[in-house]
């Protein structure tokens, strides 16, 4: 199994470009997260999915957007990036269940906003 | 609020000495802990979970709802745990898994 995987590694966009972050899983999770980790800070929710067809907010989600249309895909979406963006996103996975808090992280995409 | 607060942000030790890294939380409810370990140039990947109760590479953590801490211990540092360390908590029985984390902690053992 691959996991989880990002794609790209790193980005470099211009103040107002749009681009999609990509995370698949093919561990059958249905649930899914998008976190981003600022220079010194714990890493924040920014949006989640329960399965597919079902995405909410997290702690952080304004400027971006998520869909879900397979268990497998969890695209992020920046529409007009900005400076504060500039982080490390993070995507990960779990199964549900009490048991099973374990949440799986990809490698990580660095993005830069300039 | 909920928040996990990890007051280090690096602690240094020599290869053999004791390691405590420090977690505390606010919670209203029933909390489940977490401390996620990150390699050098590795994934994020759980270390423990306080409701396992186990040792994972020598390091153990006990909840303390007392003191509302969840400290991550190990009696002697390897070089190897040379790593950073990152507090979570999450709802017990929660629906959706969300994780709170810390700020994290570098762990730097030195020979």
């Known amino acids: 199994n691959a996991g989880v995987t990002q794609t790209p590694k790193f980005r470099i966009l211009k103040i107002g470009q749009s681009m999609t972050l990509q995370c698949a899983q093919d561990m059958n999770h249905n649930y899914m997260y998008w976190y981003r980790q600022d220079p010194g800070m714990g890493l924040k929710l920014i949006y989640y999915?329960?399965?597919?067809?079902?995405?909410d907010k997290g702690e952080v989600p304004n400027g971006y957007n998520v869909s879900r249309s397979t268990t497998e895909d969890f695209p992020l979406r920046l529409e007009l990036a900005a400076p504060s963006q500039t982080s490390v996103y993070f995507c990960?996975?779990?199964?549900?269940?009490?048991?099973?808090?374990?949440?799986?992280f990809g490698p990580g995409t660095r993005l830069t906003v300039t | 609020a909920q928040r996990v607060t990890q007051p280090e942000k690096l602690l240094s030790v020599f290869k053999g000495a004791p390691v405590e890294l420090k977690c505390n939380y606010s919670y209203s409810g029933s909390p489940e802990l977490f401390w996620y370990v990150q390699y050098s140039r590795q994934r994020l990947q759980l270390l423990l979970r306080h409701i396992s109760r186990e040792s994972i590479k020598g390091f153990t953590a006990d909840l303390n709802k007392g003191e509302t801490s969840f400290h991550l211990k190990k009696p002697f540092a390897q070089e190897e745990d040379s790593a950073m360390y990152y507090c979570a908590l999450s709802q017990y029985g929660g629906a959706t898994n969300k994780l709170i984390f810390g700020t994290g902690t570098l762990l730097a053992v030195q020979p």
């Open positions: 999915s329960v399965g597919a067809g079902i995405t």
């Open positions: 990960a996975s779990s199964f549900p269940g009490q048991d099973s808090y374990e949440q799986y």
